[in-house]
């Protein structure tokens, strides 16, 4: 299936790692130009410059998305270099799981807040695009109590409600909106990596509530993100595509 990517402009937060830096190469390598940022500004250069090998532009840049400020800096450069937008891909998390305050501030002021500064810095931008597509990263905890049932899951849950807000404001402008909810994804250097080398009780009881047997890769992810974000899903707005193996159990109506 041809996606439709070919010379459209993206930006994807925290593309450097994990779920974000397979959206972003998918991206790419569907001919899509692409604009990613860390809060690393040496590792979103050296990623923009792999990603670029796919004959696309790509620019990287050093951005703490709970910055409001640079981060609508961000939006600007990124929409000169690539000259427009047609999709934001909001992927950051504090990973904020803690009880205490901070914890929930951290939250808010990355997981929320940044996917909101993120979206209306870009809005001028998609709303020139004929193709204009917003994705939002949430998670399964958004959706059942777990143990991040804290400010993770709580923000995570608000993203998702934010995101069909959208969906449904900006469909007259033609612009689609959609959440994309993980399941536990796996990667090298990754939060569940880490989990399994300093507390593999959790990472074992993780891991058998897994009714395939295993986790999510970051490419399983991209693929449901890459095809929300494309004009293959044209007619798709305001979903919440839940990416689990059937970890979940609720019904989602």
């Known amino acids: 299936m041809d996606l439709g990517l070919k010379g459209l402009r993206a930006i994807v937060t925290g593309g450097t790692k994990g779920i974000g830096l397979a959206i972003a190469q998918t991206l790419a390598a569907e001919g899509c130009h692409v604009a990613i940022c860390s809060r690393n500004a040496a590792e979103a250069q050296a990623t923009a410059a792999k990603l670029a090998e796919s004959g696309i532009t790509a620019y990287g840049a050093g951005t703490d998305v709970s910055d409001g400020l640079a981060l609508a800096a961000f939006v600007e450069e990124a929409a000169e270099m690539l000259g427009g937008l047609d999709i934001v891909v909001a992927n ?91 399941g536990n994804t796996y990667f090298a250097g990754g939060v569940w990596n880490s989990i399994e080398d300093t507390n593999p009780t959790l990472f074992a009881e993780a891991l058998a509530l897994n009714p395939t047997g295993r986790m999510a890769t970051p490419q399983e992810i991209a693929n449901a993100a890459v095809f929300l974000a494309s004009p293959a899903a044209s007619f798709v707005y305001g979903t919440n595509l839940v990416v689990d193996g059937a970890l979940t159990r609720g019904v989602q109506l």
């Open 92 to 182: 950051v998390s504090a990973l904020a799981i803690g009880h205490d305050e901070e914890s929930w501030k951290k939250g808010f002021d990355t997981d929320l807040m940044g996917t909101v500064r993120l979206v209306n810095a870009a809005l001028p931008y998609l709303e020139k695009s004929a193709a204009a597509s917003i994705v939002t990263i949430s998670s399964v905890s958004g959706r059942e109590i777990d143990f991040a049932s804290g400010p993770y899951g709580v923000f995570k849950a608000a993203l998702v409600h934010y995101t069909q807000g959208l969906a449904f404001s900006l469909a007259p402008k033609k612009i689609r909106a959609n959440t994309v909810s993980p």
